[in-house]
């Protein structure tokens, strides 16, 4: 399990890159799913117009992204999805990251249960509502520590040489602005 002082790096940026190959599991209603994380976003705080803290908005729902990083921030998108991200870096500075992909290592036909849908071993799920919908995460999630037993991650085995990553702009997040350009998407090839 990765240990809280990971998720407290306050650079958001190497952490959402260095993210890529580790091992996200759900544990809950006696039911196992774990995925190799491939895609992530990273929203960089109060002075990042895609952020949901961007100019030091402080709501119910962007509380939990003031906390110290280690802990999961789930909130409902579109009014249909729910997304999950991690918090990270210091208390009171609210970064965090998307998880938009993943590929399952375990719990296959929880999955397929869960999302209705048939998987092919091996099969990426893309689309941040498809991962939590997958793995089980729901809004009730947020706020929960990943250092505990319901979701955690942990490092693998997996050693992704830079060539791997492909760097590109956020999705989805057009209305920042020149914001929406920085290239803070990350994905294997």
Partial sequence: ML???YYQNEDVLFLARDLLGKKLTTQFNNEVTAALITETEAYVGETDKASHAYGGRRTRRTEVMYRAGGVSYVYLCYGMHNMFNIVTGASGVPHAI???????VEGMEIAMRRTGKELKKDEKINGPGNVTKSMGISREHNGLSLTGEIIYLEKTRMIIPPEEIIVSARIGVSYAGNDALLPYRFRLK
């Fill in 3 to 5: 240990p809280l002082s």
């Fill in 98 to 104: 998307l998880i938009r992909g993943v590929k399952l």
